[in-house]
């Protein structure tokens, strides 16, 4: 961890008994002179920092904005995900960045944000609108121990993740679509695009790139999705602390990551099943070259999704775009 990242997690958690200077320095191993140049760097940032004589430092307040060292200072230290974590103040697209990462040698985990991207992508060529500051728009690199017909896994964790971060950040109760929507009452807020370099029976790296509408205006959403788009504030009524929710949900994808990497994928998809829209329902699929209707049964081993057509047959659907047909 950097001197920044220490400081602010021994911030985070002495809480309103604060810390000493003269404890910090010894913690750090530099001067107090040199804490105090930090701390006044932190302030320049925005960090709210008091310094009382009796009470040492205290954080008051933080700014909203992504900091790596302040991302890292709120999580456990021992997680895969977010081990090292690379802010941007603009990206053409944080997969892009992430591929790029993959293609120096860069260790699994690592954690691309952007606070705004100028070319975001989403499915099936779609582009993704990312407004400055407004979001969590990021990526992640991964190396996991799949064959890479189960890189669905990944996206299936990676909604599941979405929705109990959500939930235990805001309360809302989001729900998922199919494979990697996160809805409020048939609006998204939420998208994931997992991006596969893989041999033929092993994966090489894969980007899971994530993007959340968190505090989005509506009238910011591009007019052609503004009547199906949506965002965490517009839901909640109020605007969310977005440095918190981008540790938590780094937390709850880590978890889930070494949850599939432990082979309990299964666990994870009778969670996924609980909170997804998409099974129990009759759907279409469009494939793009083809549509198929059917009952969507449940997901298979690898995270595909298995429909039952009007013929009987079960299909297993690994991409396209689901609708679910009203009746
Ligand atoms: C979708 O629902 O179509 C997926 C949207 C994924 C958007 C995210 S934002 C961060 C990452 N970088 C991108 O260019 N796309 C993903």
Redesign the pocket.
């Given at each position: 961890m950097t001197v920044d990242a220490q400081i602010l997690s021994a911030f985070r958690r002495a809480g309103p008994d604060g810390v000493s200077g003269a404890d910090l320095a010894t913690r750090l191993g530099i001067s107090r002179a040199a804490v105090w140049a930090r701390i006044e760097d932190l302030r320049k940032l925005g960090y709210d920092i008091s310094a009382s004589p009796h009470q040492g430092y205290r954080l008051l307040a933080s700014p909203d904005l992504l900091h790596a060292d302040d991302l890292l200072a709120r999580m456990s230290g021992d997680q895969i995900i977010g081990r090292d974590i690379r802010v941007f103040e603009e990206t053409t697209?944080?997969?892009d960045v992430a591929e790029k990462l993959a293609r120096d040698g860069v260790k699994e985990g690592v954690v691309v944000f952007a606070e705004s991207?100028t070319?975001?992508?989403?499915?099936m060529g779609?582009r993704?609108v990312?407004p400055s500051k407004r979001g969590l728009?990021?990526?992640i690199l991964l190396r996991p121990p799949l064959r890479p017909q189960a890189c669905t896994q990944m996206t299936v964790a990676a909604a599941t993740a979405l929705v109990r971060a959500i939930e235990r950040q805001t309360g809302l109760k989001p729900s998922i679509k199919w494979p990697?929507?996160i809805l409020f009452n048939g609006r998204k807020a939420a998208?994931?695009?997992t991006e596969l370099a893989a041999d033929s029976d092993s994966i090489r790296h894969l980007i899971v790139?994530?993007?959340l509408d968190v505090n989005v205006a509506q009238d910011e959403f591009p007019p052609d999705v503004r009547s199906v788009a949506t965002s965490l504030r517009a839901e909640l009524g109020r605007p969310i602390d977005r440095p918190a929710l981008a540790a938590v949900l780094l937390e709850e994808l880590d978890r889930d990551y070494a949850r599939i990497c432990r082979g309990g994928f299964p666990a994870l998809a009778d969670e996924w099943e609980q909170r997804c829209l998409t099974v129990g329902q009759r759907v279409t699929v469009d494939l793009g070259v083809r549509q198929i209707e059917g009952r969507a049964e449940s997901l298979d081993d690898d995270g595909a999704l298995l429909l039952r057509t009007e013929h009987g047959r079960l299909e297993r659907i690994l991409g396209g775009d689901v609708t679910i047909v009203k009746r």
């Amino acid at each position: 961890m950097t001197v920044d990242a220490q400081i602010l997690s021994a911030f985070r958690r002495a809480g309103p008994d604060g810390v000493s200077g003269a404890d910090l320095a010894t913690r750090l191993g530099i001067s107090r002179a040199a804490v105090w140049a930090r701390i006044e760097d932190l302030r320049k940032l925005g960090y709210d920092i008091s310094a009382s004589p009796h009470q040492g430092y205290r954080l008051l307040a933080s700014p909203d904005l992504l900091h790596a060292d302040d991302l890292l200072a709120r999580m456990s230290g021992d997680q895969i995900i977010g081990r090292d974590i690379r802010v941007f103040e603009e990206t053409t697209s944080t997969n892009d960045v992430a591929e790029k990462l993959a293609r120096d040698g860069v260790k699994e985990g690592v954690v691309v944000f952007a606070e705004s991207q100028t070319k975001g992508r989403g499915r099936m060529g779609r582009r993704w609108v990312s407004p400055s500051k407004r979001g969590l728009w990021f990526s992640i690199l991964l190396r996991p121990p799949l064959r890479p017909q189960a890189c669905t896994q990944m996206t299936v964790a990676a909604a599941t993740a979405l929705v109990r971060a959500i939930e235990r950040q805001t309360g809302l109760k989001p729900s998922i679509k199919w494979p990697n929507d996160i809805l409020f009452n048939g609006r998204k807020a939420a998208g994931i695009l997992t991006e596969l370099a893989a041999d033929s029976d092993s994966i090489r790296h894969l980007i899971v790139g994530i993007g959340l509408d968190v505090n989005v205006a509506q009238d910011e959403f591009p007019p052609d999705v503004r009547s199906v788009a949506t965002s965490l504030r517009a839901e909640l009524g109020r605007p969310i602390d977005r440095p918190a929710l981008a540790a938590v949900l780094l937390e709850e994808l880590d978890r889930d990551y070494a949850r599939i990497c432990r082979g309990g994928f299964p666990a994870l998809a009778d969670e996924w099943e609980q909170r997804c829209l998409t099974v129990g329902q009759r759907v279409t699929v469009d494939l793009g070259v083809r549509q198929i209707e059917g009952r969507a049964e449940s997901l298979d081993d690898d995270g595909a999704l298995l429909l039952r057509t009007e013929h009987g047959r079960l299909e297993r659907i690994l991409g396209g775009d689901v609708t679910i047909v009203k009746r």
